[in-house]
């Protein structure tokens, strides 16, 4: 195999986003501000290999505030962000916390209650059950928010008593599916009000683009993610949809398949926003080990946003 060539397009932007990177760094300083342990409920970032390395910090990880042992300990909430009533459960337990939800999930969530508050009926598009849409609905009373997942979802979808309505999304969402469902909700309530900046992410938005660039010259596309990891699935199915026949999530329990490999002659490589950059390097240098390889990188946009870390953890 080793006389094999293939060829590597290297997707670019990919990989760690603003959000992901602030929600590390605020575990990294709570360490350092509070010693270990410091508590994070929920994974920080949909990331094994992050996970285990705060982990191997000092960090504990929890999916509920119950389940802490010492409260006397500070407790950081992640990137997706969380229900309203999880900082009043910390108040409750007198514990120190801080927030590390992206300060895009925190945008949506600031739009879903002004609509809220200037009498909307607010439809999110989402993921049932992701953190991030458990967080937003979270916002408001239980009720006011209703989820659509699929264009079937708007067919059968009503308005309560005649209200007006209004939509709002998840952060991480296909960002084609879901023009499809944003133009199925136009269609059927003209006067829907829309937000004033889109919800879906730059940073989705930006690496859904990379790979939408390159999916149709690729033999195979692979994307280095988790599979709790909303954006970087929707990276494998951007690169299929996009012209690449076989697409694959490649997570911490994956094999890589180098019997399919060998049948390529060019191959895509991304990372989903929580992925950090080793897992891409030594995905590549795995296929170094039995291919000669070449690679291009294909970069569509630089991306310079930065969001800054707490006040109090300066
Ligand atoms: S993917 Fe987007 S919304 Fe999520 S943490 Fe990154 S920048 Fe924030």
Do not use: W
Not at 150 to 172: F, G, I, P, R
Not at 241 to 263: M, V, W, Y
């Amino acid at each position: 195999m080793k006389n094999k060539e293939i060829k590597i397009l290297l997707s670019a932007p990919r990989g760690f986003c603003a959000g992901v990177e602030r929600a590390i760094e605020i575990v990294k300083r709570s360490l350092e501000k509070y010693g270990a342990p410091v508590y994070v409920r929920h994974e920080i970032v949909h990331n094994k290999h992050v996970v285990d390395s705060l982990k191997s910090l000092g960090a504990i990880f929890v999916e509920e505030l119950h389940e802490i042992k010492d409260k006397s300990r500070p407790v950081i909430f992640s990137a997706h962000g969380v229900p309203k009533n999880v900082p009043i459960e910390a108040d409750s337990y007198k514990m120190e916390y801080i927030d590390a939800t992206c300060p895009l999930v925190s945008k949506v969530h600031r739009e879903a209650e002004n609509l809220y508050k200037a009498g909307y009926q607010i439809v999110l598009i989402g993921h049932n059950n992701h953190p991030e849409v458990i967080g937003t609905m979270g916002q408001l009373p239980d009720g006011t928010i209703d989820l659509i997942q699929d264009e079937h979802d708007v067919s059968v979808y009503e308005l309560h008593q005649n209200k007006k309505v209004a939509y709002v999304t998840q952060t991480t969402l296909s960002v084609d599916d879901t023009k499809g469902i944003i133009n199925a909700l136009k269609k059927k309530f003209p006067e829907i009000k829309e937000p004033f900046k889109e919800d879906i992410c730059y940073a989705t938005t930006n690496r859904q683009s990379a790979v939408k660039n390159i999916a149709k010259q690729c033999d195979m596309f692979f994307v280095l993610g988790s599979r709790n990891s909303s954006n970087s699935v929707r990276l494998v199915e951007v690169a299929e949809q996009s012209g690449c026949p076989h697409a694959e999530l490649i997570h911490s329990d994956s094999e890589i398949p180098f019997d399919k490999i060998q049948n390529c002659k060019i191959i895509g490589i991304s990372s989903g926003a929580s992925a950090p950059e080793i897992l891409v390097e030594n995905f590549i240098n795995s296929l170094k080990s039995k291919f000669k390889i070449k690679i291009d990188k294909i970069e569509i946009i630089k991306e310079n946003v930065v969001f800054k870390v707490p006040a109090k953890l300066n």
